[in-house]
T-cell receptor
């Protein structure tokens, strides 16, 4: 069975601080996908990144960066120079590979509430 | 290009009633998945529809059922509502390995 653990439940930082959100996953599949989503107070889940299990290259997108390490089954997310607008709940998710063309279900962690204070 | 849309936005029902939630996928997406998100929790997978058939199902009772129409839009039906069904219901449409979520329907059961 697949499982995603986000051990941090709430993080509070002051604007311009860097913050890292941790994600640890469990799966018996050798091919899978990892995701991060942002959920602002409005409730809609906003897609941030998708990474497949064969691509361990770290990725940077503006102030966001992701560190994927298969050896430790972790897919951590860092926000550099945080801003008040980054305040939201962040979810890490896992899906198995399906070669049928249809998507597999997402298994989510419980989420991390990030508060960025001015 | 419109994203995933859901209706209604909010809904209040009484225990024992039935409810139908609706989802229109993003243009070009042929797969629709439904998730339930209880307060303070991550979304839980209910089921997925592809080519008008239920393709995958999560650990939800038969009270939860769905349908996908030829235009790929979908409905989620919940019968005999329980207080515990109160949650945000999210629809996700997808193609290949990307899933995009709608704004959700917040269901309150009293």
């Amino acid at each position: 069975a697949q499982k995603v653990t986000q051990a941090q439940t709430e993080i509070s930082v002051v604007e311009k601080e860097d913050v890292t959100l941790d994600c640890v996953y469990e799966t018996r599949d050798t091919t899978y996908y990892l995701f991060w989503y942002k959920q602002p107070p409005s409730g809609e889940l906003v897609f941030l990144i998708r990474r497949n299990s064969f691509d361990e290259q770290n990725e940077i997108s503006g102030r966001y960066s992701w560190n994927f390490q298969k050896s430790t089954s972790s897919f951590n997310f860092t926000i550099t120079a945080s801003q008040v607008v980054d305040s939201a709940v962040y979810f890490c998710a896992l899906s198995e590979w399906r070669d049928t063309g249809a998507n597999s279900k997402l298994t989510f962690g419980k989420g991390i509430t990030l508060s960025v204070r001015p | 290009d419109a994203g995933v849309t859901q209706s209604p936005t909010h809904l209040i029902k009484t225990r024992g009633q039935q409810v139908t939630l609706r989802c229109s996928p993003k243009s070009g997406h042929d797969t629709v998945s439904w998730y339930q998100q209880a307060l303070g929790q991550g979304p839980q997978f209910i089921f997925q529809y592809y080519e008008e058939e239920e393709r995958q199902r999560g650990n939800f009772p038969d009270r939860f059922s769905g349908h996908q129409f030829p235009n790929y839009s979908s409905e989620l039906n919940v019968n005999a509502l329980l207080l515990g069904d109160s949650a945000l219901y999210l629809c996700a449409s997808s193609v290949l390995h990307e899933q995009y979520f709608g704004p959700g329907t917040r269901l309150t059961v009293t």
